[in-house]
């Protein structure tokens, strides 16, 4: 049994809903993933958790009992802000054993715990920095210390690493999720960074406009996301809507960057007329100057080179076809140059390419 | 020289010959009084127990107004902090106008309100049947408290809500989350996050309560002197100047020490906030608790603001019902007084020497802001009470430096309005720096760089990037000059000639005069006189700074 339960919570400020008919699950010791955009809800979502809002409608559970109007502080867990708030007129060791005061322990165990936990984020020996002497990955691991010292039942974090240069956020990351299983703690992790996302989370719940669009381990959001917003959030490139016509041997697929041929898969039930999203490999597309000079069988379309932008290991090519824009990878060398700008091109995408998702 | 060396220098040639130069005048009358140094008024001021009694008087009178002032002020801060209500821009603008009546005004107020013939006794005595007024504290110890509350709240209020308002809720909600209950988060964050600007507001309160003079001359009678009217009675009534000026000596001694730690507490301030853009810090949602609270601190404001109403009301009562009569008899010369001008006249002394005060506390302001925002290095709280020691030096003081140090040829300004002028900007222009420090200190170095970036020399980077910015602080900064320059009344009683006589010092002179017809136009002067530093006050808020931590 789910150790945390959300059920249909909404809270809306003024006439609009932040969060709206908002459900999740956790398991205990699991590191879930909210994702989404700025806006959709995330935050609020976490302050309903954490008692800091009361939710409209709808009720949270956590180990099985509902939360009625019960105010932070009895709730036992944590939460990290994005700005962290530590106390700034506090040193670290005050910061950290801040929760532990709260709850009156005697000095002793707190000098303990408090050195444990500065162990256990690798700042021995800094009781006594104040927080403007710390640096900004320092204070990240100080306000993680500062959660955990209370031994919260489930920890929150709201885009802790935001303010933070990407490596240092990268490295941070793999140390707290080491950390936060140690510890086995249920964590809840905002993020609006995929890669965060992927990199922390057991599961990952893609929220939009306020509501759970779809939830799943990384890698079953990845084969088969359900929407368009859930496939374009986890970062896949490629995505249309597209509608089936003429269904006989091959199937007509009209998309937005023209007509395309596919084998029918015995897995999909194809309707003709009816719409349904395509996500095309990016790797899986090539590209040639002449028509026809690829061997193998698929789609040729016509387009042109639009930009192209380095990645380091390889060069995104973004050609336009027809309506719309298509990015591929894995393309000989000799079309990486910034020349090819403007160049009329053939595009083949091969049948395998295309990968096909019901619309909801 | 450089631009940067002479603006350097203005400010401190300034305060050299207009304030050092007088206050070593005091200094050496008061050790030099025969022909060999001795420093015997000193003796004779500290071995005397009258004055001993003043200095201890002058501290504790103080002490106690600012416990006052706080358990006002910091409720109301709060209100205007965190919440947002209807006509809340009105509300806080009319909360500020206390702080720059004059003395006088205030006075005034008090005595409309409470005084033997005040509006209070006389509805209880209508209500009642009392035979005698049955609030008697007129020349009684609260009614000093209360004054010096009612005028230095406003400090507590404005210094405090700029920061409650920016002060991060992130910070409350962690320690709510980490187990804290609302009592022990404010106990525990919030009063020490708050403490240092709560410090500079009570350092600031006690230093006005401690110079203060108007109020307590007025309103506390003769028995209650605290050392600045005893240096007034020294030099305007029993001609001790060498003891007074040992007095004013050992008063700004004491003020000095204050301003430090202001300026001290201010530096702690820069230190240790978190501070946050206050749309997030607001409150829209209350419970029903919160909104009785609301309510009740919002009538308290309310009742605090009522001596200034009453004060209006009182000079548009005459024995028939309402009437401008007060106004009217200010044009008669009843007594066929020699020195008799006309409230216009009054009125256009005090507008043209407000006017020109302004005008030399920009300057010299501006210039010293400036040059407090470029000095960062770890002294430049020092610095910064060097600058705002006229702030706390009284002015009764200054009026006697002024008079021993400018009554001979080659200057000799006794007779001169510009004196006045000299002694109102000093007075006027710690305020400037006041307002316009925090917005200077605001403007990112990136700034200044990026339009030398993109070609635009020091003058013109000036004048597109800095003047706008500081335009609200300056407008703020000018206004509390004009005003504390209608209201100044210690350094004008010693200075002003009859014909450059001033609506402050008109107010006392009618107030010194008996019968019910000088009490009437002293009402009437003083409605004039708080409706005219009201209008430009209100008429700034809309103006101020929006994140300044001054006041």
Redesign the interface.
């Given at each position: 049994m789910a150790i945390l339960e959300v059920g249909a919570v909404s809270k809306s400020f003024g006439n609009k809903y932040a969060v709206h008919n908002m459900s999740l699950a956790a398991e205990q010791g699991d590191i879930v993933c909210l994702l989404g955009p700025s806006g959709c809800g995330k935050t609020t979502l976490l302050r309903l958790i954490?008692?800091?809002e009361e939710p409209d409608q709808g009720y949270i559970k956590f180990d099985g009992e509902p939360f009625k109007n019960q105010?932070?502080?009895d709730?036992?867990?944590?939460?990290m802000?994005q700005?962290l708030?530590?106390?700034?007129?506090m040193n670290v060791f005050r910061n950290v054993a801040?929760?532990l005061h709260?709850?009156r322990l005697p000095k002793q165990e707190i000098r303990s715990r408090v050195e444990q936990l500065l162990e256990l984020v690798s700042l021995v020996g800094y009781e006594d920095r104040k927080i403007?002497q710390l640096s900004g990955g320092e204070r990240q691991r100080v306000a993680l210390a500062?959660?955990l010292a209370?031994q919260p039942r489930l920890l929150m974090f709201d885009e802790p690493f935001g303010s933070l240069d990407r490596e240092l956020s990268e490295a941070l990351q793999v140390d707290v999720r080491n950390i936060i299983k140690t510890v086995g703690v249920t964590a809840i992790y905002v993020t609006h960074d995929r890669n965060e996302a992927f990199g922390m989370a057991d599961s990952i719940v893609v929220m939009e406009n306020g509501t759970n669009v779809q939830a799943g381990s990384p890698h079953e959001l990845f084969t088969n996301p359900k929407s368009e917003i859930v496939a374009k959030s986890l970062g896949l490139r490629n995505v249309f809507s597209a509608r089936f016509e003429k269904i006989s041997k091959a199937v007509t697929l009209i998309s937005p960057i023209g007509t395309l041929k596919i084998d029918p898969n015995k897995d999909y039930a194809y309707k003709d007329g009816s719409e349904v999203l395509a996500i095309i490999d990016q790797k899986a597309i090539s590209i040639s100057l002449q028509k026809g000079k690829n061997t193998y069988q698929g789609n040729t379309l016509e387009g042109v080179v639009e930009m192209l932008r380095f990645q380091g290991p390889y060069t995104e090519i973004i050609v336009r076809c027809g309506k719309a824009t298509l990015s591929c990878l894995a393309t000989p060398q000799e079309l990486s140059n910034p020349e090819m700008i403007d160049a009329k091109v053939y595009v083949t995408i091969p049948s395998y390419a295309v990968r096909l998702l019901s619309k909801e | 020289m450089t631009a940067r060396r002479l603006l350097m220098l203005g400010p401190i040639l300034y305060l050299s010959a207009f304030f050092f130069y007088p206050l070593l005048t005091i200094l050496a009358r008061s050790l030099n009084t025969g022909d060999s140094l001795d420093i015997t008024p000193f003796i004779s001021i500290l071995g005397d127990s009258y004055y001993l009694g003043r200095v201890w008087f002058t501290i504790w009178q103080a002490t106690v107004s600012t416990v006052v002032t706080l358990l006002l002020g910091l409720p109301i801060a709060y209100i205007f902090a965190r919440h947002e209500f209807r006509g809340k821009t009105i509300l806080r603008a009319a909360s500020t106008v206390p702080f720059i009546m004059p003395t006088i005004v205030v006075a005034m107020g008090f005595i409309s309100l409470l005084g033997p013939q005040g509006a209070l006794n006389s509805l209880l005595m209508d209500l009642f049947g009392f035979e005698n007024p049955p609030i008697r504290i007129s020349n009684t110890l609260t009614i000093i408290f209360m004054a010096h509350a009612f005028y230095n709240y406003a400090i507590v209020v404005r210094v405090v809500s700029a920061f409650w308002a920016n002060l991060?809720p992130?910070?409350e909600?962690?320690?709510?989350?980490?187990?804290?209950?609302k009592l022990?988060t404010f106990i525990?964050?919030t009063l020490?996050?708050l403490f240092p600007s709560i410090i500079s507001s009570a350092i600031l309160a006690f230093t006005f309560s401690f110079t203060s003079f108007g109020v307590v001359l007025v309103l506390g009678g003769p028995q209650f002197a605290t050392m600045e009217v005893a240096t007034y009675e020294l030099t305007a009534k029993l001609f001790r100047l060498e003891l007074a000026g040992a007095l004013a000596i050992i008063q700004l001694f004491f003020t000095y020490v204050f301003l430090l730690l202001y300026a001290r507490a201010q530096d702690n301030i820069a230190?240790?906030?978190?501070l946050?853009p206050r749309e997030f810090t607001r409150i829209s949602k209350r419970s029903a608790r919160q909104r009785v609270g609301l309510i009740l601190t919002i009538l308290m404001l309310i009742t605090i603001l009522s001596p200034l109403l009453i004060l209006i009301e009182r000079s548009l009562t005459s024995v028939n019902g309402y009437s401008l009569h007060h106004f009217r008899s200010l044009f008669v010369n009843a007594d066929d007084s020699y020195f008799y001008l006309t409230p216009i006249a009054i009125i256009t002394n005090s507008v043209r020497f407000a006017a020109m005060t302004t005008g030399i506390a920009l300057l010299v302001g501006t210039s010293a802001a400036y040059l407090l925002a470029k000095s960062s290095n770890r002294s430049s709280w020092f610095q910064d009470a060097f600058y705002m020691m006229p702030l706390g030096v009284s002015a009764v003081v200054m009026g006697l430096g002024y008079l021993l140090a400018f009554n001979r040829p080659p200057v000799d300004l006794r007779g001169s309005w510009l004196i006045l002028i000299i002694a109102h900007s000093l007075i006027a222009y710690p305020f400037v720096i006041r307002s316009v420090l925090p917005a200077l200190r605001a403007v990112p170095t990136q700034l200044q760089e990026s339009a030398a970036v993109l070609g635009a020399s020091p003058t013109k980077t000036f004048i597109h990037i800095y003047l706008p910015i500081l335009t609200p602080g300056l407008i703020v900064g000018a206004t509390f000059a004009f005003a504390v320059s209608m209201g100044e009344f210690g350094a004008s009683l010693l200075l002003v000639r009859p014909q450059f006589t001033t609506m402050p010092v008109a107010i006392f002179r009618l107030l010194g005069q008996p019968g019910a017809s000088n009490f009437g136009q002293a009402l009437a002067m003083s409605s004039l006189l708080m409706m005219i530093v009201a209008a430009g006050f209100i008429a700034i808020e809309r103006l101020r700074y929006r994140n300044s931590g001054g006041f």
């Open positions: 954490a008692g800091l105010p932070a502080q709730r036992g867990f944590g939460l802000f700005d708030a530590l106390f700034p007129h801040f929760g709260m709850k403007y500062r959660s209370p | 991060n992130r910070l909600e962690t320690a709510a989350v980490l187990g804290a209950s022990n525990t964050i020490p996050l230190v240790r906030s978190d946050v």
